[in-house]
């Protein structure tokens, strides 16, 4: 570090002031910021250096230190044409020397004085800064000796036609596009950018440039689109409605990547006529940024429907012709406050889906809200664009819904509006968040890359999902499979209801509000007292509630507030009295029975969950448990008396057959809330604790997660319970094993196949068992798991086939972006060819190399990999 600052410093003063380090004469006392090296000259040697580098920065020794001047300072002259020299059609160029400089005034830029050329002080904006130079003027006879042609000829675009005294080098201008295109400079912060470059510490010294960078910049960008796409070398034919603008190189465009014949080539691949298709998306943006400055009159004039935006006065009149329809997803912008300034709320636009690119001329302006007209615009111009031959296409669309019932009859009833003729349109419907993942871009420079990767996942895609397909297959019975085939064909052909069988079609085990309900339906039999189901859900109930009590208590801190201390006091007292009450409901439900010791439900330490470590179950000790608990018995720690407390006692038959029953119940429905929780736990996790970007969002998400464990804690405790009470209430013990097994903490995680549709391999039998089975009857039981391999076998191989025609797809795509880049290259070859112009062939050749050398570099990165028809 040192020893560079110690360098950068010896920079600051000249190796050598006594010689120019040039002539080896005169005294070195200048040097050039903007050269290499350490180099001094001399006045005339540093001028004479720099006559072909006018923006280089050069300081002056003033003894003590180098100062900044300028070239302009220094009497350098740029004179325009010949090589740098004098026109040679100026009697004396250096008779200006010896007028006085105020004598400038009284001349206009072509005058002359003694037969010379009086120079013109002319600002120039360079990428390096802003500079001043004195500039003369060719003489010679014809039109090019007009000053703005001049400077133009110099790489120089001037600000004005008539007296220009402000001129742009291309290299700027060229470098504002790119900062505006990558970096979204604008133009007020990019010129303030040059005039800190050219004075760091007085940037307010510098002219101001801005508004004239407005106007040239908007100039040069219509003259380059313009050259790009080949307008310059025909001045017969004119751009005509997005012609300036870019459009998806892999997408399918009649004419341009694909071959004459493509249709009767595809007719004889059945399997790939639905790959020609358009797939478009469309959203919209309410923030208005557009609007915060009114839309230069110069752009509409240059480019007006020329580019990604639809042209102005068509799409008027649409809008005043058009009946208005809004969406009843209408979003008002907070800056439709200030109605008076305000021209739109926002834009729509149409974009291929698969790629994420603008379809030329179909990017509309909003009027105080999205209507049904602005997109009707935007979709009708983008279907038929390129669209010669092409009959499907799909339009995604979150609003879909409501803008797709009248749309062909407002396009029917509009005069400006057209769809191509026996076009079979989809429609689906997703949220605007697809919009963020196809990443919405206009085409800066044709690359492969996406396409490539596309290519590996879809290759991927196929290895990962046929391999468990396969192995599901085989362990399935051949009939059955036979009989799936059938029914996913006729979905295909039919779809509607007929997708259908991609869900369960089994009822779910009855939960505990039907048993309920059936044996309340029961209770004026022989066999049965009125209220004795209520009175066994009270008691049920009961037994939840000591449940959440004991949790409660967990839950408090070691250093309890004497307010918790009292909640915990109070909800105590009233369990202990509901308690009571149900305990003399008792006597009455058993007519006076001496009835045995009351059960009392004890906390499975493994299931408790300490509430500080979302991925696990804590541990809870007996001494934390009884933390708050005296030596009386509290309502937590009570014995709650029920039939399954004491299965041999007699004449107590129809009230234990009730309470199995509603043990069922109750288990049926914890295992539904059970894995209902897991489910929402495994989502919290996956898309929004481990997505988290704030401290704010993750602590939200940690605290929805430890609430889901909290009842899964609840709903397994309270499963066991209804499974300890069905044991004791003399259930068989092998129909109990094989509906109601016991929980381990092991089967409480979260696997991919319940959590993520799209993953391969949900049919395997790696799954819980309360995944797998419904809880029914034993025959239930087989009926349910041939429901689920069927569920699965379809699914797995809707994946499979899902990813075969992604990699089918993406092999067309690879060869239509080839064909994209060969169209260009073959028209600019015949613009070469056509060309009379030397300048114009040369740029024409210089572009068939440019799109040659995409043509090598797409097939060198595809290797083979595309389908080529």
């Given at each position: 570090?040192?020893?560079?600052?110690?360098?950068?410093?010896?920079?600051?003063?000249?190796?050598?002031?006594?010689?120019?380090?040039?002539?080896?004469?005169?005294?070195?006392?200048?040097?050039?910021?903007?050269?290499?090296?350490?180099?001094?000259?001399?006045?005339?040697?540093?001028?004479?250096?720099?006559?072909?580098?006018?923006?280089?920065?050069?300081?002056?020794?003033?003894?003590?230190?180098?100062?900044?001047?300028?070239?302009?300072?220094?009497?350098?002259?740029?004179y325009m044409?010949?090589?740098?020299?004098?026109?040679?059609?100026?009697?004396?160029?250096?008779?200006?020397?010896?007028?006085?400089?105020?004598?400038?005034?009284?001349?206009?830029?072509?005058?002359?004085?003694?037969?010379?050329?009086?120079?013109?002080?002319?600002?120039?904006?360079?990428?390096?800064g802003?500079?001043?130079?004195?500039?003369?003027?060719?003489?010679?006879?014809?039109?090019?000796?007009?000053?703005?042609l001049?400077?133009?000829?110099?790489?120089?675009?001037?600000?004005?036609?008539?007296?220009?005294?402000?001129?742009?080098?291309?290299?700027v201008?060229?470098?504002?596009?790119?900062?505006?295109?990558?970096?979204?400079?604008?133009?007020?912060?990019?010129?303030?950018?040059?005039r800190?470059?050219?004075?760091?510490?007085?940037?307010?010294?510098?002219?101001?440039?801005?508004?004239?960078?407005?106007?040239?910049?908007?100039?040069?960008?219509?003259?380059?689109?313009?050259?790009?796409?080949?307008?310059?070398?025909?001045?017969?034919?004119?751009?005509?409605?997005?012609?300036?603008?870019?459009?998806?190189?892999?997408c399918?465009?009649?004419?341009?990547?694909?071959?004459?014949?493509?249709?009767?080539?595809?007719?004889?691949?059945?399997?790939?006529?639905?790959?020609?298709?358009?797939?478009?998306?469309?959203?919209r943006?309410?923030?208005?940024?557009?609007?915060?400055?009114?839309?230069?009159?110069?752009?509409?004039?240059?480019?007006?429907?020329?580019?990604?935006?639809?042209?102005?006065?068509?799409?008027?009149?649409?809008?005043?012709?058009?009946?208005?329809?809004?969406?009843?997803?209408?979003?008002?912008?907070?800056?439709?406050?200030s109605?008076?300034?305000?021209?739109a709320?926002?834009?729509?636009?149409?974009?291929?889906a698969?790629?994420?690119?603008?379809?030329?001329?179909?990017?509309?302006?909003?009027?105080?809200?999205?209507?049904?007209?602005?997109i009707?615009?935007?979709?009708?111009?983008?279907?038929?664009?390129h669209?010669?031959?092409?009959?499907?296409?799909?339009?995604?669309?979150?609003?879909?819904?409501?803008?797709?019932i009248?749309?062909?009859?407002?396009?029917?009833?509009?005069?400006?509006?057209?769809?191509?003729?026996?076009?079979?349109?989809?429609?689906?419907?997703?949220?605007?968040?697809?919009?963020?993942?196809c990443?919405?871009?206009?085409?800066?420079?044709?690359?492969?890359?996406?396409?490539?990767?596309?290519?590996?996942?879809?290759l991927?895609?196929?290895?990962?999902?046929?391999?468990?397909?396969?192995?599901?297959?085989?362990?399935?019975?051949?009939?059955?499979?036979?009989?799936?085939?059938?029914?996913?064909?006729?979905?295909?052909?039919?779809?509607?209801?007929?997708?259908?069988?991609?869900?369960?079609?089994?009822?779910?085990?009855?939960?505990?509000?039907?048993?309920?309900?059936?044996?309340?339906?029961?209770?004026?039999?022989?066999?049965?007292?009125?209220?004795?189901?209520?009175?066994?859900?009270?008691?049920?109930?009961?037994?939840?509630?000591?449940?959440?009590?004991?949790?409660?208590?967990?839950?408090?801190?070691?250093?309890?507030?004497?307010?918790?201390?009292?909640?915990?006091?109070?909800?105590?007292?009233?369990?202990?009295?509901?308690?009571?009450?149900?305990?003399?409901?008792?006597?009455?439900?058993?007519?006076?029975?001496?009835?045995?010791?009351?059960?009392?439900?004890?906390?499975?330490p493994?299931?408790?969950?300490?509430?500080?470590?979302?991925?696990?179950?804590?541990?809870?000790?007996?001494?934390?448990?009884s933390?708050?608990?005296?030596?009386e018995?509290?309502?937590?720690?009570?014995?709650?008396?029920?039939?399954?407390?004491?299965?041999?006692?007699?004449?107590?038959?129809?009230?234990?057959?009730?309470?199995?029953?509603?043990?069922?119940?109750?288990?049926?429905?914890?295992?539904?809330?059970?894995?209902?929780?897991?489910?929402h736990?495994?989502?919290?996790?996956?898309?929004?604790?481990?997505?988290?970007?704030?401290?704010?969002?993750g602590?939200?998400?940690?605290?929805?997660?430890?609430?889901?464990?909290?009842?899964?804690?609840?709903?397994?405790?309270?499963?066991?319970?209804?499974?300890?009470?069905?044991?004791?209430?003399g259930?068989?013990?092998?129909?109990?094993?094989?509906l109601?097994?016991?929980?381990?903490?092991?089967?409480?995680?979260?696997?991919?196949?319940?959590?993520?549709?799209?993953?391969?391999?949900?049919?395997?039998?790696?799954?819980?068992?309360?995944?797998?089975?419904?809880?029914?009857?034993?025959?239930?039981?087989?009926?349910?798991?041939?429901?689920?391999y069927?569920?699965n076998?379809?699914?797995?191989?809707?994946?499979?086939?899902?990813w075969?025609?992604?990699?089918?797809?993406?092999?067309?795509?690879?060869g239509?972006?080839?064909?994209?880049?060969?169209?260009?290259?073959?028209?600019?070859?015949?613009?070469?060819?056509?060309?009379?112009?030397?300048?114009?062939?040369?740029?024409?050749?210089?572009?068939?190399?440019?799109?040659?050398?995409?043509?090598?570099?797409?097939?060198?990165?595809?290797?083979?990999?595309?389908?080529?028809?």
């Open positions: 570090r040192d020893l560079y600052l110690d360098i950068l410093l010896d920079l600051e003063k000249p190796s050598d002031v006594s010689q120019c380090q040039s002539c080896q004469i005169g005294e070195g006392k200048f040097c050039c910021l903007t050269c290499s090296g350490d180099q001094t000259f001399c006045r005339s040697c540093i001028v004479n250096a720099h006559q072909f580098l006018p923006f280089h920065k050069v300081q002056e020794w003033t003894g003590k230190c180098f100062n900044d001047t300028s070239l302009e300072e220094l009497s350098f002259i740029w044409g010949h090589g740098g020299q004098p026109c040679p059609f100026s009697d004396d160029m250096h008779a200006w020397e010896n007028i006085p400089m105020d004598a400038e005034a009284n001349f206009s830029p072509m005058e002359t004085v003694h037969g010379s050329t009086i120079p013109t002080k002319l600002t120039i904006v360079h990428s390096t802003v500079f001043l130079h004195n500039v003369v003027w060719c003489s010679c006879p014809g039109v090019d000796c007009q000053q703005h001049q400077l133009l000829k110099a790489k120089l675009f001037p600000a004005s036609t008539t007296r220009p005294q402000t001129a742009f080098t291309f290299d201008l060229n470098h504002f596009l790119i900062d505006a295109l990558e970096c979204k400079t604008s133009a007020s912060s990019f010129f303030e950018k040059i800190r470059m050219t004075n760091n510490c007085f940037p307010d010294t510098v002219p101001n440039r801005y508004r004239e960078l407005m106007r040239v910049s908007r100039l040069w960008r219509d003259l380059m689109s313009r050259k790009w796409f080949g307008f310059a070398h025909n001045d017969e034919q004119k751009p005509d409605k997005g012609d300036l603008a870019w459009f998806c190189p892999a399918p465009q009649p004419g341009i990547n694909l071959p004459p014949d493509w249709q009767a080539r595809y007719e004889r691949q059945p399997e790939s006529c639905w790959l020609v298709s358009q797939r478009y998306v469309v959203d943006n309410f923030t208005a940024q557009h609007m915060v400055m009114r839309k230069p009159q110069l752009d509409i004039s240059l480019s007006d429907g020329l580019g990604y935006m639809v042209k102005d006065q068509e799409y008027q009149t649409h809008l005043s012709s058009a009946v208005e329809s809004k969406s009843n997803h209408r979003t008002v912008n907070a800056a439709n406050i109605r008076s300034n305000l021209r709320t926002g834009v729509g636009a149409t974009a291929c698969r790629h994420g690119c603008f379809v030329p001329h179909s990017i509309v302006d909003f009027q105080k809200g999205e209507r049904h007209m602005n009707d615009y935007s979709i009708c111009n983008a279907l038929n664009y669209s010669a031959g092409i009959d499907s296409s799909l339009i995604i669309y979150d609003v879909g819904c409501q803008w797709s009248n749309f062909l009859q407002r396009v029917a009833q509009s005069k400006g509006l057209s769809v191509p003729e026996n076009m079979h349109i989809g429609l689906d419907m997703l949220m605007g968040r697809f919009w963020r993942l990443g919405h871009h206009s085409i800066r420079s044709p690359n492969c890359s996406t396409l490539l990767k596309k290519y590996k996942r879809a991927k895609g196929v290895d990962d999902t046929k391999s468990p397909f396969d192995e599901l297959t085989l362990s399935l019975d051949p009939e059955k499979i036979s009989i799936w085939k059938i029914d996913e064909k006729k979905a295909m052909e039919q779809r509607g209801e007929y997708l259908d069988i991609y869900q369960l079609q089994m009822n779910k085990a009855p939960t505990m509000a039907e048993i309920r309900l059936k044996l309340t339906e029961s209770e004026n039999t022989d066999t049965s007292k009125p209220g004795t189901v209520s009175w066994l859900i009270t008691g049920i109930n009961l037994e939840d509630l000591q449940d959440g009590l004991r949790a409660d208590i967990r839950q408090l801190p070691t250093d309890a507030t004497p307010g918790q201390k009292v909640s915990i006091e109070e909800k105590r007292q009233r369990l202990t009295a509901r308690i009571a009450k149900f305990h003399e409901t008792a006597d009455a439900m058993t007519a006076g029975m001496d009835l045995g010791t009351a059960t009392v439900h004890s906390d499975d493994r299931f408790c969950y300490a509430g500080h470590d979302e991925n696990g179950w804590g541990e809870v000790s007996d001494e934390e448990i933390e708050y608990i005296d030596e018995i509290l309502a937590e720690e009570m014995g709650i008396w029920m039939p399954s407390s004491d299965a041999l006692a007699l004449g107590l038959g129809p009230l234990q057959a009730e309470e199995l029953e509603l043990r069922k119940g109750q288990a049926n429905d914890c295992l539904e809330k059970l894995r209902m929780a897991l489910g736990k495994a989502i919290i996790y996956r898309q929004y604790f481990r997505s988290a970007n704030s401290t704010w969002a602590t939200r998400s940690k605290q929805e997660a430890q609430r889901c464990q909290l009842k899964i804690d609840k709903c397994v405790r309270s499963y066991q319970r209804a499974r300890s009470a069905m044991e004791g209430l259930m068989d013990k092998a129909t109990l094993g094989s109601y097994q016991p929980i381990s903490p092991t089967e409480l995680s979260i696997d991919k196949e319940v959590t993520e549709e799209n993953r391969f391999g949900q049919g395997s039998d790696r799954l819980a068992w309360f995944w797998r089975g419904n809880n029914a009857s034993q025959g239930q039981d087989d009926a349910w798991i041939d429901e689920f069927r569920v076998w379809l699914k797995a191989k809707a994946r499979w086939n899902r075969q025609e992604e990699l089918r797809l993406v092999r067309h795509e690879m239509w972006t080839i064909n994209w880049f060969k169209y260009h290259q073959n028209e600019w070859e015949r613009r070469g060819g056509q060309a009379t112009r030397p300048g114009h062939q040369a740029y024409a050749y210089q572009q068939v190399l440019m799109w040659g050398r995409f043509v090598e570099e797409a097939e060198k990165n595809f290797n083979g990999c595309q389908f080529i028809l």
